[in-house]
Structure formats: C-alpha cells, structure tokens
C-alpha cells in the first residue's frame, strides 16, 4: 500500500529473534543479549497470521532476520509456513551464515528464495575480533553450503569500518570476478547500545569507488547503487543510509520478535500488534504504514532515534 509520502510499502523484514551466536562489535554492546522472556517471543503461527495480514495490504515481499535467524528453533517450518502465505512473492533471509552448513537444505526445501550473508573481513583473526569469538571458516562453510544447496543470487553483506576492513575492499571486490555475487558494503550506523563505539570508524560508501576505481555504475537494487569491474560475473552494492539518505526510496517496515511493527527503523515509533486479528490487525499495519516519517535524522553526530538495538530489529 502507499504511504503518507506516495510510497509502495511491499517488504516486510521480520525479526525472529533477538538471540545471536555472535557478539558483533557495531551490532551489540559488550554484555550480549539479554534474554526476553519466552512469552515475549511471538510463536510462528501469530507471525504467519501478521504477515497474511500485511500480505492483503500488498506487502509481497518477506525478510527473515534477527539476531540470528537461523538459532530460532524451528526456523525451517516458520520459512515453509510464510511461504504458504497468499501474495508472497519471495522470501528471503539474512543471516551471519555460521549455521548454514546446517540449515542451508532445509531452507532451500521450504521455499526459501535469496540468502544475504553477512561478512565483515576474510581474516580469520579480524573476524574473531569483530565478533568476539567467531569463526571464519564457518562462514566460509556457510557460503558453500548454500551455493551446493542451490541458492544463487546470494548477496554478502560487508559494514565498512574505517581502519578494520576498509584495505580489504579490493580483494572483496574480486570475489565477483568468478562468482555471481553481489557484494555489499554498507555504512556502519550508529544505532543502540553499540552507537558510541569507536566512532572514528566510520566511512562513508564512495571509499569503495576509490578503491576500486574499475567498478562501472549498472543501476539500482531497492536502496543498494550498484556497480561492476567489466567482465566480472558478480557485482558490488553500495548501501548509504549515512552519506546519501535513501528514505525517499524506502520500501520497508519491519516487524520485532516481541511483535511491534517499526515503520522506520531509526524512529522510536513502535506499534504493538500482538493480540490483535482481523480488521483490527489490518486497521494497526495500515496506520503504522501510513505514520511512516519521510526520514530518519541520523548522522554521524546525531545516533538513531531507535530505541533499540541492531539485533532487536534485524537491520
Ligand atoms: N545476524 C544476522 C546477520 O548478521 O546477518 C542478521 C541480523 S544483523 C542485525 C543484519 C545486518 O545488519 C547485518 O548485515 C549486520 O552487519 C548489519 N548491521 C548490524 N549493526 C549495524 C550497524 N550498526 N550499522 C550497519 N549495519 C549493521
Ligand atoms: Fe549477531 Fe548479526 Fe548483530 Fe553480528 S550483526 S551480532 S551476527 S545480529
């Protein structure tokens, strides 16, 4: 449906969790997560019933995220269910890919479309630092089980940070040479309990143009520009929520495990959905889309209006 500013609001991002294997430096604070209360966390069947709910309102489009989708319990039939729902067009899924060697079968079974991975470095001792913990060849593992399993088009999503991982960018870039991938960088927000880390860090996307000066413009992906070194297979996103606000060309409203639709995701405005069904669970989606602001106010000297954290809302 369109929004107060004209625009089509057809994607649904659904957090399915708050939980992570992962403690990522920009994501998450130093303690972690703290564990909601089981109650608190909407059962696959109230999800399923709010995304037919928003589907009806022409959302055909569905992101599963978190925390880290894929340590829900079940997460494989909650992708079946979704699938099912009338309307859905594509489902799709982002994940930090350390449990894809698991999952990556029973998700492609179930009907899932597209995977984003998510790696900041190809170092395995970078990647243990920015993660607190993880492993690298995990990932790695991950990115070959889903290709094996089927998946194409899979996008790798990479948040630049100045100092860590911006002299990796090339040997990012090469990785579309043999490979269809599309690799994404992304500008680092400051947003929850992880605003005020180490702020130096940030770089705004056009770093990667200089890097790579062979990357060629060849259109537009939703809010990603998109670029490629001629003769390569894959490409390269640019997704600049800080240096070039997107929101005019916003598509999205996103749904909390602990069910509130966040129609921007750097406002603290939260609707809370739970409990209600039919008309009224419509009438709720329908002016949570409509309250839509026509942009967030975030910069590098003003953090998030969110009340939340990163892994609360899924990006
Ligand atoms: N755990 C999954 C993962 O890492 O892909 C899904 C949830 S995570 C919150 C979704 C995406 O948000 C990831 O690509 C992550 O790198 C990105 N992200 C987290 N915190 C961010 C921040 N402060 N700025 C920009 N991107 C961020
Ligand atoms: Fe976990 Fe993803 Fe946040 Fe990293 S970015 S801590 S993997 S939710």
Redesign the pocket.
Known sequence: MLDAFGRNIHYLRISVTDL?????R???GEDGVAKCAHADVMPFEEIAAIAAAAARLGVDKIRLT???PLVRRGIVSLCRMLRQVPGVRELTMTT?GSLLPQFADGLKAAGVDRLNI?LDTLDAERFRRI?RGGNLEDVLRGIEAAARAGFTQTKLNVVLLDGFNADEIPAFAALTKEKPLSVRFIERMPIGDAAGWEPERYLAADAVLRAVPELEPIGTDGVARLYRVPGYSGTVGLIPPMSRKFCAACDRVRLTADGKLKPCLHSATEIPLRGLTGDALETALRDAIWAKPASHTMDAAHPSDAVRN??EIG?
């Open positions: 992570c294997n992962y403690r990522c920009y994501c998450m978190g925390g880290e930090n998510s993660t990163m892994f990006g």
